[in-house]
């Protein structure tokens, strides 16, 4: 594809703090070039805000290589921008014109509160993992490979769903800002492997239980979430947990 | 939701199977004799408690989730997501609901009330020795007004866009995840609404447009 620079304006969500009541605030950004990541031109707008003496932008992000989920712009109406299976810091700018105005927001969501501009507190999707994802085992050394035999469709829907980085934007595509996506891939990635069948009815419970306690919304299935996922985590997953957690309901002990 | 949606939708078979009698151009009889049969037997009373329960159990639960989940978003975007990621009508279920709602109260006082209680416009007609309510000729006479027929396409349409939704949604809230399955109950869920509101949008048209004798 062929190399260009684009001047751009850039209207984003300052925020000073959880409290204060924020606003847009519009920049214009010139001469980037169509090779750089989305967060590459948001680091060229800082630059240049410093120099301007205002403040930076706050947004979060880590590895930039779409594997870790720290990054969290909403982006002209979509959550990571207009590319599909796609993190923000993936995107790249020869998704946009010369001369177009790009809109980011933070994650919107009760349960995700705005820390600053575009950081979102993400806190609660630990305390949801916290509340049961995970297996309560000694793993001791390696096993032996194929000492513990697993259907192949089994393992493959396991890993699939294991691809969950834990980004959140299945909440912010959300109409009803729900955790259903993520909380789905996590309980079936460990319900679909003999590994997580100990657990199996207290994990759904407990995490369903800390997931409406965080203030998320439920599912009405709309597919926004599947949509938007960065990591293509089908939303029959989310059937898989409401199945999960019908049978544990009847079933569990206490 | 799903449990009492898919109550409904069994109800909505029944309902759109008996009142396809009107199209038998017998005058009305088999229509007549099968509204006879539903309303003097005793089991088609018990499920009429049951259908009006599971009614106001989905309103309720309805009403409540789009309360809920409409306050999970204290702020909201200055540019939505839109049309891109979901269907519009599967955001939407709320608002179709309440207009099917609407049109469900219209329904009921031209039809139910009539035929249960006021007798308004309701006269008798006798097949071999058994008289009976003539429901035949008060939709024949209910369907003469335009506005009227008008009302309830758009109920059908909204009833029509609510299934393609909730039909599949049901299953998987009731925690089908088989996606062969999955593939199967949503076609059905898209060929039970196009065919559910054919079938209720044609009685009000067939009678205005004299298809019907």
């Given amino acids: 594809m062929e190399h260009y620079n684009m001047n751009l304006t850039v209207k984003v969500w300052r925020q000073k703090n959880s409290s204060d009541k924020g606003k847009f605030e519009s920049y214009p950004v010139k001469n980037i070039s169509s090779e750089m990541s989305f967060l590459e031109m948001i680091d060229v707008l800082n630059e240049q805000l410093i120099v301007e003496g205002k403040e930076p932008i706050a947004f979060d992000h880590d590895c930039r290589e779409g594997i870790c989920g720290m990054c969290s712009m909403y982006i002209n109406g979509k959550p990571h921008g207009p590319w599909a299976a796609n993190t923000t810091c993936q995107l790249h700018m020869r998704a946009f014109k010369d001369g177009d105005t790009v809109v980011v927001e933070p994650w919107r969501a009760s349960a995700f509160p705005v820390i600053k501009d575009l950081m979102v507190d993400r806190s609660s999707f630990d305390r949801i993992i916290q509340a049961g994802g995970y297996i309560s085992v000694n793993t001791g050394n390696a096993v032996d490979g194929n000492s513990l035999p697993i259907n192949k469709d089994n393992a493959d829907s396991a890993f699939a769903a294991a691809m969950c980085i834990g980004c959140g934007a299945c909440v912010a595509a959300c109409k009803n800002s729900s955790a259903m996506l993520f909380l789905s891939a996590k309980v079936s990635h460990l319900a679909l492997l003999p590994q997580g069948g100990p657990e199996r009815k207290t994990r759904v419970m407990n995490m369903v239980a800390q997931m409406d306690k965080e203030g998320f919304g439920a599912c009405t299935n709309t597919g926004a979430c599947e949509a938007t996922c960065p990591k293509e985590i089908s939303i029959a997953n989310i059937a898989r947990l409401n199945n999960e957690y019908l049978r544990a309901g009847i079933t569990a002990e206490k | ?134 429901m035949f000729g008060l939709m024949k006479s209910t369907f003469t007004e335009l506005w009227v027929v008008i009302v309830y396409v758009l109920g059908c349409l909204s009833l029509g866009y609510h299934l393609a939704h909730g039909f599949q949604s049901a299953f998987k809230t009731l925690g089908v995840h088989n996606k062969r399955y999955h593939l199967m109950l949503s076609s059905m869920g898209y060929g039970f609404s196009v065919i559910i509101t054919l079938v209720f949008a044609l009685m009000p048209i067939s009678f205005y447009l004299g298809w019907v004798k």
């Avoid at chain 2, 088609?44 to 259908?51: A, N, Q, S, W």
């Avoid at chain 2, 997501?81 to 031209?110: P, Q």
Wanted: glycine share 12%; charged share 15%.
């Fill in chain 2, 1 to 134: 939701m799903g449990l009492t949606g898919i109550f409904l939708i069994l109800f909505l078979v029944v309902h759109a199977g008996l009142n396809a009698c009107i199209w038998a151009n017998d005058n009305g009889e088999m229509f007549n004799k099968a509204a006879h049969f539903m309303g003097s037997m005793v089991a088609p009373r018990v499920l009429e408690i049951g259908l009006f329960a599971g009614l106001l159990l989905h309103i309720i639960q309805g009403l409540m989730l789009e309360l809920s989940n409409r306050g999970k978003r204290k702020v909201g975007y200055a540019v939505n997501y839109g049309n891109s990621g979901s269907k519009w009508y599967s955001r939407s279920m709320g608002l179709l609901g309440t207009i099917i709602l609407l049109f469900l109260v219209l329904h009921l006082y031209n039809f139910w009330t009539s035929a249960r209680f006021t007798g308004e416009g309701l006269e008798d007609i006798n097949y071999n020795g058994v008289e009976m309510h003539n």
